[in-house]
């Protein structure tokens, strides 16, 4: 035992013989979920690393085939838990190509802002487990303080906090009022000065940019081929961003920027989503600033819920939303279309297959940390056991999304 | 490029492999034959006009009453030139199995492994073809529409008849 690793590992015949397996989770608090790592070790490097998923494997896509497309959008929530406001909207957005809805300019604008929000608490969460995971405490405190704000405001919204189903096909549930908008304005014209206490705390501190700086490296080229997304990808200096390519929201409307790192590793794409806070902080006042008045359910009856109060009063209106709760909307056209959105942790698409029934003939969920989990392997190989937690960080997943 | 363009560039190179071409709002579906998929996925990925540098998507879908039961459907970007393009890979009931694209696209690794383990695909030529959601002695394909929504009936699944063997003596488990 007296050997150092370094010297075992120019011995390549001893190495074989201090060669470990270690099964890291399902239960491990730096997993973020319940995947299971089994990390071959030489030493402490890590040789070979086999990802286990499936843990929370609940077969939404088995489960929306035998739901209509009312019935699915709750089920969008619990992909990816920490931003289900994003996945109910990359869900509603899918929909609504699918059936050719236009939603009025009003509900563009609110989704834009909540979408936004969920980004901005999407972000926080990740900033603080991530510090957490590799050694500092602080930031997560400070980082759950504005979560919760964010939380709060989308519990007044729509009754919520985490699960929020709160667009729906073609609109949303409710419509937003002025003084809850102030508040978001207040939010955001605090939540900078937030952000540069963060980087206070960490941009300078040594030992968060040992383990950061130069650990996970993946190339530009490497990172598309793997198909990563979102902050993971841009973090290599490829400026694929699915709200600048793909017409959704009012991000044409609004001035941001793609953020963009260098050189692919653990801290650029935790600059990466730095810069994301501010570049979504920005879209959301000026959304504010610029939201019309108008409706907020789009005017296609065949496809969309009825208002509530007419629900209650109107026996058609009544008859009309139990038919479409029940056996989904009647007319859907057929087809195939692919439609993706940029969820805070990348690319969510939806793939759906429509036979003109009420229900989807088949719907397939592109998850960004199904694809993300698949690249670990070849982030953490060669480099330390204690990297790989920090490389699980920086790649942002959530297991409930990639397993489905 | 319009995605039609490329199809138009597919057909002059693999006229022979194509076997329909469909639009649906914009977005176009080739389907082709299975077997030269690998070349096909190789050239849309190498020519540089084309260049179909990322693979989103991989999937599968099952059509009983088809003549070609499976679909593996490839959702090909480019992330240079900004355009799409969906390809589909008719697959027969019997001895359903394709090309691995995962020496063009690491990424389709993972994917490849879920269509296996949801449709019963074979993908020739992957580097670690393994059940990757459901657990590894699981029986059936749980995505295929002939398989029942919650499972096939009247069974358990076999892990779980080995854990109450396990905690049979465990009064505390009371599992019955």
């Known amino acids: ?404 | 490029m319009e995605p039609l363009e490329i199809v138009n560039r597919l057909k002059s190179k693999y006229l022979n492999e194509i076997a329909d071409v469909s639009e649906f709002r914009d977005q176009v579906f080739v389907s082709v034959n299975r077997q030269r998929i690998s070349d096909i996925c190789t050239f849309l990925h190498d020519d540089p006009d084309i260049y179909m540098d990322y693979l989103v998507d991989l999937c599968g879908v099952d059509y009983p009453d088809r003549q070609f039961r499976y679909e593996v459907v490839y959702n090909l970007y480019s992330i240079k030139h900004k355009h799409r393009l969906m390809l589909k890979a008719l697959i027969p009931a019997e001895n359903p199995s394709v090309d691995s694209v995962v020496p063009i696209w690491a990424g389709a690794n993972w994917h490849e492994r879920e269509a296996c383990d949801m449709y019963g695909i074979v993908f020739n030529g992957h580097p670690d073809l393994r059940r990757i959601l459901m657990p590894d002695d699981w029986e059936g394909y749980p995505l295929r529409k002939d398989y029942p929504l919650k499972g096939p009936a009247d069974t358990e699944y076999k892990g779980f008849e080995e854990l109450k063997d396990l905690h049979s003596h465990d009064s505390e488990w009371n599992i019955r």
């Open chain 1, 1 to 404: 035992m007296e050997d150092t690793n370094i010297d075992s590992r120019k011995n390549n015949s001893r190495v074989k013989e201090k060669e470990l397996t270690l099964s890291m989770g399902p239960q491990h608090p730096a997993t973020h979920g319940v995947l299971r790592l089994v990390l071959d070790l030489d030493g402490e490097t890590i040789v070979k690393c086999t990802p286990y998923v499936g843990y929370l494997h609940r077969g939404v896509e088995k489960l929306a085939e035998n739901r209509n497309y009312m019935q699915v959008l709750p089920l969008t929530d619990r992909l990816d838990y920490i931003s289900s406001m994003s996945n109910n909207l990359g869900y509603c957005v899918a929909v609504e190509k699918l059936f050719g809805i236009e939603v009025p300019e009003r509900t563009e604008y609110i989704r834009t802002i909540v979408g936004e929000m969920s980004r901005i608490a999407n972000h926080l969460l990740w900033l603080a487990t991530h510090a957490l995971d590799v050694g500092a405490m602080t930031v997560f405190l400070y980082c759950f303080r504005e979560r919760e704000a964010i939380l709060d405001l989308f519990e007044r919204l729509c009754g919520a906090r985490l699960t929020v189903t709160y667009p729906r096909i073609g609109g949303l549930k409710n419509d937003v009022d002025p003084k809850w908008l102030e508040d978001v304005y207040a939010f955001t014209s605090e939540f900078p000065m937030r952000v540069k206490q963060y980087e206070t705390l960490i941009n300078k501190n040594r030992i968060w940019l040992q383990r950061t700086k130069g650990i996970g490296v993946i190339s530009a080229q490497e990172a598309i081929n793997w198909g990563m997304s979102g902050p993971a990808l841009r973090g290599s200096g490829v400026p694929y961003d699915v709200r600048k390519v793909t017409r959704y929201g009012v991000y044409d409307k609004v001035k941001w920027e793609v953020c963009t790192g260098k050189n692919g590793d653990v801290y650029d794409r935790y600059r990466v989503r730095m810069d994301e806070f501010l570049q979504s902080n920005s879209i959301i006042r000026q959304c504010i600033d610029q939201i019309p008045e108008g409706p907020i359910m789009a005017d296609a009856p065949k496809y969309t819920l009825p208002a509530k109060d007419k629900v209650l009063t109107d026996m058609e209106h009544l008859i009309h939303h139990f038919v479409l709760i029940t056996k989904g909307p009647q007319t859907a056209p057929e087809g195939e279309l692919y439609v993706a959105t940029e969820v805070p942790k990348g690319e969510l698409g939806f793939f759906f297959v429509s036979d003109g029934t009420g229900k989807p003939y088949r719907m397939r969920v592109r998850s960004p940390s199904f694809v993300h989990v698949s690249v670990l392997p070849t982030l953490c190989e060669g480099e330390l056991i204690a990297d790989i937690i920090a490389n699980i960080g920086s790649i942002d997943i959530v297991l409930g999304e990639c397993d489905r």
